[in-house]
Antibody, heavy 124, light 108 residues
Framework: EVQLLESGGGLVQPGGSLRLSCAAS????????MSWVRQAPGKGLEWVSV????????YYADSVKGRFTISRDNSKNTLYLQMNSLRPEDTAVYYC?????????????????WGQGTLVTVSS | DIQMTQSPSSLSASVGDRVTITCRAS??????LNWYQQTPGKAPKLLIY???SLQSGVPSRFSGSGSGTDFSLTISSLQPEDFATYYC??????????FGQGTKLEIK
């Protein structure tokens, strides 16, 4: 059974830092791209970042580029999100999501499993 | 960036109704479109991938269609557990995935 368990959320002051972790089990972690997706209170889903299976390819939403860093430790089956220079607008539940490809007429990518989320609150 | 726009933003319907939610992309995305369902306090759940492929375990009353810029999610006969918020998401741009703003489906 696939399980994704986020941790590391909490209350942090503006300008502060936080590192989120996502412990994965039930699948070959090193073979799959992983993403972070966030949801501000009462708002919709916002994709934050993706890291592909090798770990060398990473991409970010414009809203977090230069402040957040995604990484993975395939030996520990763990995904990370280092968040620096945090702003009140970064307040959200942060989900990690496992990606999967379906190879039909193209290479279709989707998020097939999600963690339960961890809440980050940026406030003084 | 590819913008995804859902309509309507909210919808009231009754158990047994047929409901359709639409999603429009700001540029052609072929069939690189997924649909998710989210209930309050829970993580999103994948319903449809590649515009029309039903995820394993998802009831057959859910279906997806469309290609290019216009897509739809249809629920053929609403059940009580279907009242939730639905999101579309494009995977055409693999450097920057984007979601629609969501459609909240409420009980009439």
């Amino acid at each position: 059974e696939v399980q994704l368990l986020e941790s590391g959320g909490g209350l942090v002051q503006p300008g502060g830092s936080l590192r989120l972790s996502c412990a994965a089990s039930g699948f070959t972690f090193s073979s799959y791209a992983m993403s972070w997706v966030r949801q501000a209170p009462g708002k919709g889903l916002e994709w934050v970042s993706v890291i592909y299976s090798g770990g060398s390819s990473t991409y970010y939403a414009d809203s977090v580029k230069g402040r957040f860093t995604i990484s993975r430790d395939n030996s520990k089956n763990t995904l990370y999100l280092q968040m620096n220079s945090l702003r009140p607008e970064d307040t959200a539940v942060y989900y990690c999501a496992k990606g999967r490809y379906y190879y039909g007429s193209g290479s279709y990518y989707y998020f097939d499993y999600w963690g339960q989320g961890t809440l980050v609150t940026v406030s003084s | 960036d590819i913008q995804m726009t859902q309509s309507p933003s909210s919808l009231s319907a009754s158990v047994g109704d047929r409901v359709t939610i639409t999603c429009r992309a700001s540029q052609s995305i072929s069939s690189y479109l997924n649909w998710y369902q989210q209930t309050p306090g829970k993580a999103p759940k994948l319903l449809i991938y590649a515009a029309s492929s039903l995820q394993s375990g998802v009831p057959s009353r859910f279906s997806g269609s469309g290609s290019g810029t216009d897509f739809s999610l249809t629920i053929s006969s609403l059940q009580p557990e279907d009242f939730a918020t639905y999101y579309c998401q494009q995977s055409y741009n693999t450097l920057k995935y984007t979601f629609g703003q969501g459609t909240k489906l409420e009980i009439k």
